[in-house]
């Protein structure tokens, strides 16, 4: 089974400044209601990254629930951006389902925004913690 939401809001920002890169999309402008942020650090990882194991892309939830290399798919088709999830992130996460589904009912240039640093997040740190499936 799959939670489902519509984010009437997506934003993406790269913030070379704080070495940061996120992509989001959430229910509601004022960060009520339901949303997923999807974080990487912009370039290499520090060697204290590496040995945390936090040297991968970073899943936040409306709750705090928080997460690195977590995402398993991420399909964007549409207008429906679907995100399969570790099964084994469910509770740090605070999630119940796995795979979580959001329809985009935000204006089509932030989506495309968010699209293309939403790859850049998933495409940060080590091999082994990528998506297996990116379909932007």
Known sequence: MAYRF??????????????VIQ??????????????LFMS????????????????HCLV??????AYGCIREVVLSDGLLT???DPASRDDLGL???????EL???????KRMREVLAQVLAFGREE???RRVDL
């Not at 519509?6 to 070495?19: G, K, Q």
């Not at 992509?23 to 997923?36: I, K, P, S, W, Y």
């Not at 590496?50 to 991968?56: A, H, K």
């Not at 119940?96 to 589904?101: L, N, P, R, S």
């Open 83 to 85: 995100v399969t999830l």
């Open 96 to 102: 119940e389902d796995a795979e979580i589904q959001a």
């Open 105 to 111: 009912g935000a204006p089509d240039e932030d989506i």
């Open 23 to 36: 992509a989001g999309v959430a229910e509601q402008e004022n960060g009520e209601g339901f949303f997923l």
């Open 41 to 56: 650090n912009i370039g290499e990882s520090s060697p204290r990254s590496v040995s945390l194991g936090l040297d991968s």
């Open 6 to 19: 519509t984010a009437r809001v997506v934003a993406a920002e790269v913030d070379p400044d704080n070495d």
């Open 129 to 131: 913690a990528r998506p």
């Open 61 to 66: 939830t409306q709750d705090q629930g928080t």
